[in-house]
């Protein structure tokens, strides 16, 4: 896989929101993360963002999802990978990372595509497509052998249009893979699935807290989704 890394020192801030890099284990190996510092720091200019910038934040769902890539059992060479909210990246890296290809990581503000582009670089990877998205307004019509997300179905709002997009543009034994801490309306999710004739299954995982004010274990389902 090609490697690359950082020409010059990365930036401390993203459109005025400051940046801590975060550092820790997974799969065998270290990852450093540059995201959001903290909520605080997001209030602060939350006025220029149409919506609450959340995905500028490392959260747990994000590390759980990518813990349990690096554990799958199957691997994800050669495979095709769409990442839906990417936020600052983690899971698509670490799926780029494991040989996925090609892996295509959106979201719906630009400022998350820059952290995904610059902690991709920022760990050595290289070969991901970034691309603006809104699942109101869907125009990928690829066929991907596996869909990620991370802390993207906790809204009901996002129900249909996100089934929309697994009707459409997951492989026919491909598989999706949601990452959720057991939010309120993430059963109503997996209800919906299975009443469209989808299989969903899921796997606990427990994820260190990335914010000190909560609790120092998360627990997050990984929630599978099959035709």
Same mark, same amino acid.
């Given at each position: 896989?090609p490697i690359t890394g950082a020409t010059q020192p990365p930036p401390t801030e993203i459109a005025g929101v400051p940046l801590k890099v975060f550092s820790f284990e997974i799969g065998?190996?270290?990852?450093?993360?540059?995201?959001?510092?903290?909520?605080?720091?997001?209030?602060?200019?939350?006025?220029?963002?149409?919506?609450?910038?959340?995905?500028?934040?490392?959260?747990?769902?994000?590390?759980?999802?990518?813990?349990?890539?690096?554990?799958?059992?199957?691997?994800?060479?050669?495979?095709?990978?769409?990442?839906?909210?990417?936020?600052?990246?983690?899971? $698509?890296?670490?799926?780029?990372?494991?040989?996925?290809? /090609?892996?295509?990581?959106?979201?719906?503000?630009?400022?998350?595509?820059?952290?995904?582009?610059?902690?991709?670089?920022?760990?050595?990877?290289? $070969?991901?497509?970034?691309?603006?998205?809104?699942?109101?307004?869907?125009?990928?019509?690829?066929?991907?052998?596996?869909?990620?997300?991370?802390?993207?179905?906790?809204?009901?709002?996002?129900?249909?249009?996100?089934?929309?997009?697994?009707?459409?543009?997951?492989? /026919?034994? $491909?598989?999706?893979?949601?990452?959720?801490?057991?939010?309120?309306?993430? /059963?109503?999710?997996?209800?919906?699935?299975?009443?469209?004739?989808?299989?969903?299954?899921?796997?606990?995982?427990?994820?260190?807290?990335?914010?000190?004010? $909560?609790?120092?274990?998360?627990?997050?389902?990984?929630?599978?989704?099959?035709?």
């Open positions: 896989m065998g190996r270290t990852w450093n993360v540059h995201a959001a510092e903290d909520h605080a720091s997001l209030l602060a200019v939350s006025d220029d963002f149409v919506a609450f910038p959340f995905g500028l934040l490392l959260w747990e769902s994000a590390c759980a999802l990518a813990q349990a890539l690096t554990e799958d059992k199957d691997g994800f060479a050669g495979q095709s990978v769409l990442e839906l909210g990417a936020g600052v990246g983690l899971p $698509g890296i670490v799926a780029r990372h494991l040989d996925a290809d /090609p892996v295509r990581q959106t979201d719906h503000i630009s400022q998350a595509l820059e952290l995904c582009r610059l902690n991709a670089a920022a760990n050595g990877v290289s $070969g991901i497509e970034l691309a603006l998205a809104n699942w109101d307004a869907w125009n990928d019509s690829r066929s991907y052998d596996l869909i990620i997300g991370s802390d993207v179905i906790y809204e009901r709002q996002a129900h249909a249009p996100l089934a929309a997009i697994l009707e459409r543009n997951l492989a /026919p034994d $491909g598989r999706a893979l949601f990452a959720d801490p057991g939010r309120q309306d993430t /059963p109503l999710f997996r209800q919906q699935m299975i009443e469209r004739g989808w299989q969903v299954s899921s796997t606990a995982y427990p994820a260190l807290s990335m914010f000190p004010s $909560g609790p120092e274990v998360v627990t997050v389902d990984i929630i599978e989704v099959r035709r």
